[in-house]
């Protein structure tokens, strides 16, 4: 009998938990399936899926039905996973203020735009979320790709750091 192999447990974060850490929950439970579960949560959660994001998830073939907008403060009790990852992916140079993370699971910054700020006619919008969608997906196919078993923790953590940067991350 094959031992199991472990499943990581990611979170990620942003203010709104409405566009961007939704697309990654969605994004990493597909690529990841079977070696990671992907959740997201905001430290100012709007309450609502942004429309747009449940439209292009849905465009692109993704299940959208459990997807909700949520507070961090859900991943802080008791009863809540142990998380082995946490991902901001706030943008600072936009001004916004990026949730912190308390705890021992490994954790980086993978800054985008939020296309929900994005302000202009309803196809340019599509067009900007798209774009922070591919942004997202190419750090997770990087991420799901690194070789977690054999890296020790600090080189896991330079290599999310190398993700959150957009530098290319080749697997060791």
């Known amino acids: 009998m094959t031992p199991q192999k472990k499943i990581y447990n990611v979170l ?23 070696r990671f579960r992907a959740f997201s949560a905001g430290a100012h959660p709007t309450g609502v899926v942004n429309p747009h994001t449940i439209d292009l998830l849905q ?8 997807l909700r907008s ?22 600072n140079a936009a001004g916004e203020s990026c949730p912190v993370w308390p705890g021992t699971p490994v954790t980086a910054h993978w800054g985008f735009e939020d296309p929900a700020a994005f302000q202009g006619p309803e196809a340019e919008k599509a067009i900007k979320f798209a774009e922070v969608f591919n942004q997202i997906e190419r750090r997770i196919r990087v991420f799901v790709d690194l070789p977690m078993e054999s890296l020790d923790k600090l080189s896991l953590q330079n290599r999310l750091d190398e993700i959150g940067s957009g530098l290319q991350v080749n697997s060791i």
């Open 12 to 34: 990620f974060l942003c203010t709104g938990n409405s566009a961007r850490s939704i697309m990654a929950e969605a994004i990493l439970n597909r690529v990841g399936s079977g």
């Open 70 to 91: 949520k507070s961090w403060d859900e991943f802080t009790g008791a009863d809540a996973p142990a998380l082995d990852f946490v991902f901001t992916v706030c943008d």
């Open 59 to 66: 465009r692109l073939g993704y299940e959208t039905a459990g």
